[in-house]
T-cell receptor
Framework: AQSVAQPEDQVNVAEGNPLTVKCTYS??????LFWYVQYPNRGLQFLLK??????LVKGSYGFEAEFNKSQTSFHLKKPSALVSDSALYFC????????????????FGGGTRLMVKP | DTGVSQDPRHKITKRGQNVTFRCDPI?????LYWYRQTLGQGPEFLTY????????KSRLLSDRFSAERPKGSFSTLEIQRTEQGDSAMYLC??????????????FGPGTRLTVL
């Protein structure tokens, strides 16, 4: 089974400061990991993904995430937060062990609300 | 590329009524997914289509739920005899034909269902 945990319901950060949103995962095989952002009354917008290769993945809007296999983590980071980054962030995983026939279902974490204050 | 669209954006219905939602994926995307998101939770997978074939269904998809994608383009999700517990945001996503299990899913704005 595949699962994701986002241990923080909310993260508060001042504008201009670095931000980190935490994510840990559990899979049987290798993980494919995704970050999405959701603004109020909107669908999910894709930020970045890790499939293989470099552990540091760069994505949209200046976000990046670091894959750490030993800690089974995929934390989202940004060097300098903006007020407009305030939103709900979701981490998701797809277990490579499931193979092609099992479909492409993603398992999402419960989400972390990021609040960036001016 | 106009993105994934969903209709309606909001639906209010009375318990026991049937409702149907529509999803139009990004053109040329042959994979389509439905998820359900309740308040304060992450999306939960419901079902998945590759072209017109429904290849996977979650245990969350009870007998009252049915999804179709008749011509491999748009999809509909029908809920029969709605219950208050069906109140949620229903999200549709699509992914490219060239992708495999690593492909990115692109989400629509969702349909928010309220069952009174």
């Amino acid at each position: 089974a595949q699962s994701v945990a986002q241990p923080e319901d909310q993260v508060n950060v001042a504008e201009g400061n670095p931000l980190t949103v935490k994510c840990t995962y559990s899979v049987s095989g290798n993980p494919y990991l995704f970050w999405y952002v959701q603004y109020p009354n909107r669908g999910l917008q894709f930020l970045l993904k890790y499939i293989t290769g470099d552990n540091l993945v760069k994505g949209s809007y200046g976000f990046e995430a670091e894959f750490n296999k030993s800690q089974t983590s995929f934390h989202l980071k940004k060097p300098s937060a903006l007020v407009s980054d305030s939103a709900l962030y979701f981490c998701a995983v797809r277990d490579a062990y499931l193979g092609n026939n099992a479909g492409n279902m993603l398992t999402f974490g419960g989400g972390t609300r990021l609040m960036v204050k001016p | 590329d106009t993105g994934v669209s969903q209709d309606p954006r909001h639906k209010i219905t009375k318990r026991g009524q049937n409702v149907t939602f529509r999803c139009d994926p990004i053109s040329e995307h042959n994979r389509l997914y439905w998820y359900r998101q309740t308040l304060g939770q992450g999306p939960e997978f419901l079902t998945y289509f590759q072209n017109e074939a429904q290849l996977e269904k979650s245990r969350l998809l009870s007998d009252r739920f049915s999804a179709e994608r008749p011509k491999g383009s748009f999809s509909t999700l029908e809920i029969q005899r709605t219950e208050q517990g069906d109140s949620a945001m229903y999200l549709c996503a699509s992914s490219p034909a060239s992708g495999g299990i690593t492909d990115t899913q692109y989400f629509g704005p969702g349909t928010r269902l309220t069952v009174l």
